[in-house]
């Protein structure tokens, strides 16, 4: 009975081990990505009407992440028209290795927008 638990507990260890962590954050750099682009989570294309909605879903993502740091004086983003800062963002983000998509998303619109 003692070696059948010890070989039940060894099968499960590796399962553990490899388990992604948690999620805490809301939207991924791959997730924001797709959504710049007008895709579904799936990778296929949005309809027209969807495109925009979700582009401007993006952008809107962007701007509050760059007013966030502005409000704790850690970027100014004056004169910076939203749809520029989102075109940065869409930028920086397609340069970027998949695996740095598959955190959140806020730190590298940050690094975007030069704050």
Do not use: N
């Not at 028209?81 to 940050?110: C, S």
């Amino acid at each position: 009975m003692r070696t059948f638990a010890c070989l039940a507990l060894a099968a499960l260890l590796p399962l553990s081990a490899h388990a992604a962590p948690a999620r805490t954050w809301s939207t991924s750099g791959a997730e924001l990505l797709q959504t710049l682009r007008g895709q579904l989570r799936d990778g296929s294309a949005m309809p027209e009407a969807g495109t925009a909605q979700a582009r401007q879903r993006a952008q809107a993502y962007v701007m509050g992440i760059a007013d966030g740091l502005a409000a704790q004086g850690k970027c100014d983003a004056t004169g910076v028209l939203p749809h520029e800062q989102a075109a940065r963002v869409f930028e920086a983000l397609q340069a970027l290795p998949a695996e740095r998509l598959q955190g959140p998303a806020a730190p590298l619109v940050a690094a975007a927008l030069a704050c």
